[in-house]
């Protein structure tokens, strides 16, 4: 098909989507990053002990299988090892534009296409656009006081300085989540003294993910036996955390019993039991799988620092009781900004509505990924995608499916574009939003809330209901743009 389709983005979302589209005959698809190559954020994060938490028989591709995974979840070179093959594989390596950066996209209400505009002053004209960035893709960095004056190295997990040697240092890490929580095991034993700044305790349950032994891999080799265990890690593993969340009073304490017990069994140091263990409701954030990352504050030259951060001095970190800790090194484990979404990119629709102002209380899309006056523009792991008990390449796939089922419709209809009517996505988004009614996420403040309070990052159910609801296009949600006219009908 001749429909011009512009992926920005080329982690798992827009590999994937380009390869949907052009199994699909989509000929005429281009995809540009921003970054120097395939991989999102597998590209970007390589900091020791970076990993999947899902295991790679799930997080992968349902159609690029491998049975040569070396553990449970695989380790950051592994995964973009993969996507590189499957886009060779799958023949849309080629289509990517490294290092471009989009800077804006423009529907052109004349013309019936989107203008995609680039940091370099190229501009790609587009039947359609699909934007793949993600929520993981901007580092954040609080804004602390002080924190340029700081006299050491300091980068984000994100951008781990592989150059500056961390043997014998002084290191803070300010943040605990799912990235610290990897990275700090790998260099406490090598640092000379860790600082570890944590505002928030987390939930663990264990996960050693140890190197599949040769039995193991041989088993995983025999036909049928990763389509088995792909099954039941989809079906009964993840979606049983998901159950967890859905129902903290029922379903959530089971889960919660196996994380006290083992999170007992590992803080052995009281004072650090204190200081590490979660007050609040199981699931309402990230759950961590590691079996390390306990024992790693417990060793002898980790101190966990519960005080408040107040700023950041040349020689280290002031906490607010007043103690300066002196480090010559400080690495941010402060996450991402994950409700900017594609921000600071202008998306400008029809009639000149920028989808800023759009989204000015609080991002929104149906099924996450179209929005009215927005024709032909498709947002991959957008508002309320993201899974708290699943893999996020599931949804993908989804999106991919759904993004191709749209456009062939499109076709279909000799449409040149569809958009999302305004009641279709105010009503979605409205059963999103009272799906999370009760649920765990509701518990407690986190990065998948807005400033209003508004989940505005997770999907609210299981990873087969999201499957369902995006199986393909429903016309009638849509309206249908045609060639030359101002207004469409189906
Ligand atoms: P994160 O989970 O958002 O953790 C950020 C940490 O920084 C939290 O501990 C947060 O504390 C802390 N923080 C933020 N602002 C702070 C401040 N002003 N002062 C002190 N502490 C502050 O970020 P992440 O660890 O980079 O992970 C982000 C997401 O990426 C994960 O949830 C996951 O979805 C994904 N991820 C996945 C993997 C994987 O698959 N293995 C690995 C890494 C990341 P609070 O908890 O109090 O907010």
């Known amino acids: 098909m001749s429909r011009r389709?512009?992926?920005?983005?080329?982690?798992?979302?827009?590999?994937?989507?380009?390869?949907?589209?052009?199994?699909?005959?989509?000929?005429?698809?281009?995809?540009?990053?921003?970054?120097?190559?395939?991989?999102?954020?597998?590209?970007?994060?390589t900091y020791p002990g970076a990993a999947c938490d899902v295991p790679s028989h799930l997080y992968s591709y349902s159609f690029a299988q491998r049975r040569t995974w070396s553990r449970l979840c695989s380790p950051q070179s592994e995964i973009l090892e993969y996507l590189r093959a499957v886009a060779r594989e799958h023949g849309v390596d080629h289509l990517v534009r490294p290092d471009t950066k989009v800077t804006a996209t423009r529907w052109d209400d004349e013309a019936?296409?989107?203008?995609?505009?680039?940091?370099?002053?190229?501009?790609?004209?587009?039947?359609?656009?699909?934007?793949?960035?993600?929520?993981?893709?901007?580092?954040?960095?609080?804004?602390?006081?002080?924190?340029?004056?700081?006299?050491?190295?300091?980068?984000?997990?994100?951008?781990w300085d592989h150059e500056h040697d961390l043997t014998g240092r002084r290191v803070a890490v300010i943040g605990t989540g799912a990235s610290a929580v990897q990275f700090v095991p790998e260099i406490a034993p090598v640092v000379g003294k860790l600082s570890v700044f944590q505002r928030t305790g987390n939930w663990f349950l264990p996960r050693k993910n140890l190197r599949y032994p040769r039995s193991v891999r041989a088993l995983l080799k025999v036909p049928g036996v990763q389509k088995v265990r792909r099954w039941g890690l989809k079906r009964l593993y993840l979606e049983s955390l998901t159950l967890s969340i859905?129902?903290?009073?029922?379903?959530?304490?089971?889960?919660?019993?196996?994380?006290?017990?083992?999170?007992?069994?590992?803080?052995?140091?009281?004072?650090?039991?204190?200081?590490?263990?979660?007050?609040?409701?199981?699931?309402?954030k990230r759950v961590l799988f590691s079996s390390y990352w306990l024992p790693a504050l417990q060793r002898d030259n980790v101190e966990v620092v519960t005080d408040s951060v107040e700023r950041v001095e040349p020689e280290g970190v002031r906490t607010k009781d007043g103690r300066l800790h002196e480090v010559d090194t400080i690495i941010w484990g402060t996450g991402f900004r994950?409700?900017?979404?594609?921000?600071?990119?202008?998306?400008?629709?029809?009639?000149?509505?920028?989808?800023?102002?759009?989204?000015?209380?609080?991002?929104?899309?149906?099924?996450?990924?179209?929005?009215?006056?927005?024709?032909?523009?498709?947002?991959?792991?957008?508002?309320?995608?993201?899974?708290?008990?699943?893999?996020?390449?599931?949804?993908?796939?989804?999106?991919?499916?759904?993004?191709?089922?749209?456009?062939?419709?499109?076709?279909?209809?000799?449409?040149?574009?569809?958009?999302?009517?305004?009641?279709?996505?105010?009503?979605?988004?409205?059963?999103?939003?009272?799906?999370?009614?009760?649920?765990?996420?509701?518990?407690?403040?986190?990065?998948?809330?807005?400033?209003?309070?508004?989940?505005?990052?997770?999907?609210?159910?299981?990873?087969?209901?999201?499957?369902?609801?995006?199986?393909?296009?429903?016309?009638?949600?849509?309206?249908?743009?045609?060639?030359?006219?101002?207004?469409?009908s189906p």
């Open 5 to 45: 389709v512009v992926i920005i983005g080329a982690g798992f979302g827009g590999i994937g989507a380009a390869i949907e589209l052009r199994a699909h005959g989509f000929t005429d698809v281009t995809i540009l990053d921003a970054a120097p190559g395939i991989g999102g954020t597998w590209l970007a994060n």
């Open 112 to 159: 019936r296409l989107w203008r995609v505009e680039t940091e370099q002053g190229d501009e790609y004209t587009a039947d359609a656009v699909v934007i793949a960035t993600g929520q993981l893709a901007q580092p954040s960095i609080p804004a602390i006081p002080g924190k340029d004056d700081f006299a050491g190295r300091s980068f984000h997990s994100a951008e």
């Open 246 to 284: 859905r129902h903290p009073r029922t379903a959530g304490p089971v889960l919660r019993l196996k994380s006290q017990i083992f999170m007992r069994h590992q803080l052995r140091d009281p004072e650090v039991r204190r200081k590490v263990w979660p007050d609040y409701t199981f699931g309402c």
């Open 338 to 488: 994950t409700t900017s979404f594609m921000f600071p990119m202008e998306v400008i629709g029809r009639e000149g509505r920028s989808l800023r102002d759009e989204w000015a209380s609080g991002p929104h899309a149906h099924l996450g990924m179209t929005v009215p006056g927005f024709p032909n523009l498709f947002v991959m792991y957008g508002p309320n995608t993201n899974t708290s008990g699943g893999s996020i390449i599931v949804y993908l796939e989804a999106q991919a499916r759904y993004v191709r089922t749209a456009l062939e419709e499109a076709d279909r209809r000799g449409a040149s574009a569809a958009e999302v009517r305004p009641e279709v996505e105010a009503a979605s988004d409205a059963e999103v939003q009272s799906a999370f009614e009760g649920t765990a996420w509701q518990a407690c403040d986190s990065w998948y809330r807005d400033e209003s309070g508004r989940i505005i990052t997770n999907w609210p159910g299981y990873m087969s209901q999201y499957e369902k609801a995006t199986e393909a296009i429903d016309p009638d949600e849509y309206v249908w743009l045609a060639p030359g006219e101002q207004k469409v």
